[in-house]
């Protein structure tokens, strides 16, 4: 995995235009790896370029372009454990009640099942 990206600590302005700049690199690259960030919004964009870089570090190029979003495991056990809901006092009733009903409307899956085979059967007639 790469290294992760840094904000340059100065600011700088262009020599040509005066245009404020900052720079956003990479340490360990030789030379570094910089990224030019020129204009107004130049300190709020190198940012949001550093967060951006580093966000995506490790995610395929590919997975990037499909616009998929890739959230990392622990990320999401931090979100499902915070809106976990606590159990209630009659939630083991509750549960068992659920059970309960969903092994009555099986049954009478089954006998409405049956009764219908019998009826085709018959020929609509009853016996």
């Not at 995995?1 to 020599?15: D, F, P, T, V």
């Not at 956003?24 to 030019?36: F, S």
């Not at 616009?67 to 083991?92: D, F, K, Q």
């Not at 009555?104 to 089954?110: F, G």
Request: hydrophobic residues 35%; negative net charge.
């Amino acid at each position: 995995m790469s290294e992760r990206w840094k904000l340059g600590w100065l600011e700088s302005y262009n020599a040509y235009t005066g245009e404020p700049e900052r720079f956003v690199y990479r340490p360990g690259d030789d030379e570094h790896t910089r990224i030019c960030v020129r204009g107004e919004n130049c300190d709020e964009d190198a940012r949001r370029i550093v967060a951006s870089v580093n966000a995506c570090l490790g995610t395929p190029t590919e997975t990037l372009e499909a616009g998929v979003v890739v959230v990392p495991v622990e990320v999401a056990r931090e979100y499902v454990e915070s809106h976990r809901v606590p159990p209630t006092p009659n939630a083991a009733e509750n549960q068992r009640r659920i059970e309960r009903a969903i092994a009555a409307t099986q049954r009478l899956d089954e006998h409405l099942a049956a009764a219908l085979s019998r009826l085709q059967q018959n020929g609509g007639a009853r016996r």
